[in-house]
Structure formats: structure tokens, C-alpha cells
């Protein structure tokens, strides 16, 4: 069972910027389309950024287009989202899966934007 593990939130202020990672245990990135995830309290889970199955393109949610960047480093095994320009509604906790949700949800990453 491939496990999924995210880090690098954190606190930041508005304006700011945060990279987060997704470590997965298997060598998955190049074969499914993953991507990120978050969750704000209150809300559901929503897809933020993927990659599509081979990861020939990537496609955002209208509301974190222009902001955030995924990436990927296959050899590593890891997903990238970097985060610039945050905004207090980017406040969530952020979490990588396939886009199929194939995989078993890991811990996530909280982000609290405020200042």
C-alpha cells in the first residue's frame, strides 16, 4: 500500500509564500494523474492542482491559478505545490492523492495564512 506524506506547512503571512511536498513510497508520479488537495474548515475537499496521467499537462482550480505551481520529481518520488501570493482563504489543510483518490489519505499539511 503506497503511503503519501506531506509536509512544509506552516504559518504565513498574507502576501507570503510556502512550498509544500508530498513524499509517496512508491513510484507513482509518473504513472496516475496526482494532485493536490485541501480542505478549509467547514468546507469539503476540494482539488486545487494536478498533473495528468504521465504528467504531459496541469490543470488549477480558478482560484489558485496564476499563484500556485505543481512540479514533481519522479527520481524522488516527491509532488510539489509551491504557494505564492497567499491569501487568508487559502487557509486549509493540504493534501496530495491521485485524482482517482486511489490511495489512502495521509496527515496533511496545514496552512494558516493570517497576519
Known amino acids: 500500500q503506497v503511503q503519501l506524506v506531506e509536509s512544509g506547512g506552516g504559518l504565513v503571512q498574507p502576501g507570503g509564500s510556502l512550498r509544500l511536498s508530498c513524499a509517496a513510497s512508491?513510484?507513482?508520479?509518473?504513472?496516475?494523474?496526482m494532485g493536490w488537495y485541501r480542505q478549509a474548515p467547514g468546507k469539503q475537499r476540494e482539488l486545487v492542482a494536478f498533473?495528468?496521467?504521465?504528467?504531459?499537462?496541469?490543470h488549477y482550480a480558478d482560484s489558485v491559478k496564476g499563484r500556485f505551481t505543481i512540479s514533481r520529481d519522479v527520481a524522488k518520488n516527491t509532488l510539489y505545490l509551491q504557494m505564492n501570493s497567499l491569501k487568508s482563504e487559502d487557509t486549509a489543510v493540504y493534501y496530495c492523492?491521485?485524482?482517482?483518490?486511489?490511495?489512502?489519505w495521509g496527515k496533511g499539511a496545514l496552512v494558516t495564512v493570517s497576519s
Open positions: 498533473f495528468t496521467s504521465g504528467g504531459g499537462n496541469t
Open positions: 492523492n491521485a485524482v482517482d483518490l486511489r490511495y489512502k
Open positions: 512508491g513510484s507513482i508520479f509518473s504513472i496516475y494523474a
